[in-house]
């Protein structure tokens, strides 16, 4: 049982616009930026969207990230094919002496 | 560009140690604002942080684990290592080094995973 949780499954067809949903509490996303990390099958997960909002370099706008309160969100509109992959989100849990807790993940399907 | 290797047993027997080292290439382990950590993935599961390590010694661990867990870091031989103790099939997964960024707070460089195993 994850600490965020998100919905198991995402889908939508090319071109069309995905949002991921990742919900957690007071004591993580509630008080602390939230990070989203892409990983495609049989690889490494990848950093892509930190601090809420923020893109690194290299990744493309059609990535977005939003927060409000104890939930966030990652948009990907124009829907492309080599964007079917697992979806994580992740925050900084400051319960205990602190630990980074993720979501269970949300396996995108570009139909 | 920075490089993230695993390296370690690919089975172990349960009730034993896993032991795993994480070789750095591409930049001094010691250099900017970085702490180390180790990421773990049961198959077709989410994602567990471990703990971490700064150049310093400092560690953090996941409560679930504590216990069980030492995170140690060589910066002679840019490297640092996981000790997960008395092992059972639930500590089977790939299990992953990162290099966490503190001022970003991100997880930025992973190794590719190495799959531990533990059975008898």
């Known amino acids: 049982q994850s600490v965020l949780t998100q919905p198991p499954s995402a889908s939508g067809t090319p071109g069309q616009r995905a949002t991921i949903s990742c919900s957690g509490s007071?004591?993580?996303?509630?008080?602390?930026?939230v990070n989203w990390y892409q990983q495609l099958p049989g690889t490494a997960p990848k950093l892509l969207i930190y601090?809420?909002?923020q893109r690194p370099s290299g990744v493309p706008d059609r990535f977005s990230g939003s927060k409000s309160g104890t939930s966030a969100s990652l948009a990907i509109s124009g829907l492309q094919s080599e964007d079917e992959a697992d979806y994580y989100c992740a925050a900084w849990d400051d319960s205990l002496n602190g630990l980074w807790v993720f979501g269970g993940g949300t396996k995108l399907t570009v139909l | 560009q920075v490089q993230l290797q695993e390296s370690g047993p690919g089975l172990v027997k349960p009730s034993q140690t896993l032991s795993l080292t994480c070789t750095v290439s591409g930049g001094s382990i010691s250099s900017g604002t970085y702490y180390w950590s180790w990421i773990r993935q049961p198959a077709g599961k989410g994602l567990e942080w471990i703990g971490r390590i700064e150049t310093s010694g400092s560690t953090n661990y996941n409560p679930s684990l504590k216990s069980r867990v030492t995170i140690s870091v060589d910066t002679s031989k840019n490297q640092f290592s996981l000790k997960l103790s008395s092992v059972t099939a639930a500590d089977t997964a790939v299990y992953y080094c990162?290099?966490?960024?503190?001022?970003?707070?991100?997880?930025?460089?992973w190794g590719q995973g190495t799959l531990v195993t533990v059975s008898s």
């Open positions: 601090s809420n909002n």
């Open positions: 007071s004591s993580n996303i509630g008080s602390n930026t």
């Open positions: 990162a290099r966490y960024e503190w001022f970003g707070e991100y997880f930025d460089y």
